[in-house]
Nanobody
Framework: QVQLVESGGGLVQPGGSLRLSCAAS????????MGWYRQAPGNERELVAA???????NYADSVKGRFTISGDNAKNTVYLQMNSLKMEDTAVYYC???????????????WGQGTQVTVSS
């Protein structure tokens, strides 16, 4: 089993910044990629940003130029720096990891429990 522990959500005013962190632990042989998704009430879960083991990144168009994702392979941790936050960024943010498990070598997705980000004045 693999566990993802998220931190860094909260309440921030429009134009403000937050930094999310997600650390993976457990039976990990290899992490192919880690990323952040978000889900606002009434909406489907959507990709915000992802980074693969080699450092290649992918962003949703709505966050390009404002959010930066980075990963630390040694710590199995991913960070999401969110700047110039807008009210429409309000959502529950979920960490995701594409993992090959140690032992059985099975590859599967894991999800964190989610952290609330609220952008409001």
């Amino acid at each position: 089993q693999v566990q993802l522990v998220e931190s860094g959500g909260g309440l921030v005013q429009p134009g403000g910044s937050l930094r999310l962190s997600c650390a993976a632990s457990g039976s990990i042989a290899f992490i192919y990629s880690m990323g952040w998704y978000r889900q606002a009430p009434g909406n489907e879960r959507e990709l915000v940003a992802a980074v693969d083991h080699g450092g290649s990144t992918n962003y949703a168009d709505s966050v390009k130029g404002r959010f930066t994702i980075s990963g630390d392979n040694a710590k199995n941790t991913v960070y999401l720096q969110m700047n110039s936050l807008k009210m429409e960024d309000t959502a529950v943010y979920y960490c995701n990891a594409d993992v090959r498990e140690r032992g059985n070598l099975r590859r599967r997705d894991y999800w964190g429990q989610g952290t609330q980000v609220t952008v409001s004045s």
